[in-house]
């Protein structure tokens, strides 16, 4: 009886044991799987790390600058800041047409550049105090012409009609001739960066690839400023020293910078 009594709880134990087993294996079946990310030397993947040479290219280029920018000052000194004004308006009124029908100047290539009013006084010795002598405009005019050969004659045709001063001259670059002295420029830099690179390979015994990266890093240029003569025009006798044959611009300087970046193998 006793042994006939262990067969079912034997066989019951079995089952339990084989249901535990298929449970366990079910759940390591179906459980997320880890995720692995893989980094290799080489290779094209996103995890792929690249061998790189990174070099700086750089270029100058002289160039003769195609466009003047003309500052043209008128002043005018009266009792009251409103004679003042008007006085200043009528001079620059003037100084403005005068430009416009001499040389072809439309309004925008002439606009006000800067524009002041105070009021105007001196140190007396024995008040020991300012005295007031009456108010001062200055209206600074820019004028922006391509004819470069003209820029002297323009000046005399300002102080003949009313100016008293020139703040500066500055030699430039227009838009476009920039735009295409920048492309001329980077081109250069770029050629240098690659002369670079391959001089680098050969001396490291590597093979030079495609472009990984490029950056412009810098391009500029300095203005020629043209060194006005410090002297009051409006006290130089309506100005007897002409500036027609003193003016000549001097070529200005070019530079560009990149950085690159070239695989290697």
Do not use: C
């Given at each position: ?6 067969k ?13 087993f ?10 997320p799987?880890?995720?692995v ?11 792929a ?35 003042a004004?008007?006085?200043n308006?009528?001079?620059t009124?003037?100084?403005r ?15 006000s550049?800067s ?14 105090e ?25 000046l ?10 020139v703040d ?8 476009d ?31 030079l ?8 890093s ?26 027609s ?13 990149v ?7």
């Open positions: 009886m006793k042994e006939e009594n262990h079912p709880m034997h066989g019951m134990l079995l089952f339990v044991l084989a249901a535990g298929v449970l366990v294996a079910l759940a390591i079946m179906f459980a799987k880890p995720e990310k893989v980094t290799t030397a080489g290779g094209s993947g996103p995890g790390v690249q061998n790189t040479i990174s070099v700086a290219g750089n270029a100058e280029l002289t160039v003769s600058p195609d466009e003047a920018e003309i500052y043209i000052r008128i002043t005018t000194d009266e009792p009251t800041a409103k004679r004004q008007e006085e308006a009528r001079l009124n003037t100084v047409d005068a430009l416009k029908k001499a040389y072809d100047l439309d309004d925008e290539k002439i606009e550049n524009y002041n009013l105070w009021p105007k006084q001196t140190w007396n010795p024995d008040t020991r300012y005295e007031d002598k009456g108010f001062t405009v200055q209206h600074l005019l820019k004028v922006t012409t391509d004819d470069l050969e003209e820029v002297g004659n323009m005399d045709t300002a102080v003949q009609n009313g100016a008293n001063g500066r001259i500055s030699f430039t670059l227009s838009k001739m920039e735009d295409d002295v920048r492309d001329q420029a980077l081109g250069r830099a770029a050629g240098s960066a690659k002369d670079k690179a391959e001089s680098l390979a050969m001396t490291l015994g590597v093979k690839g495609g472009i990984s990266s490029v950056s412009e810098n391009f500029y240029y300095d203005r020629y400023e043209y060194a006005v003569p410090a002297m009051d025009m409006a006290e130089a006798g309506g100005m007897a020293k002409s500036f044959t003193d003016i000549s611009p001097k070529d200005v300087t070019v530079r560009a910078n950085n690159v970046a070239y695989l290697i193998g």
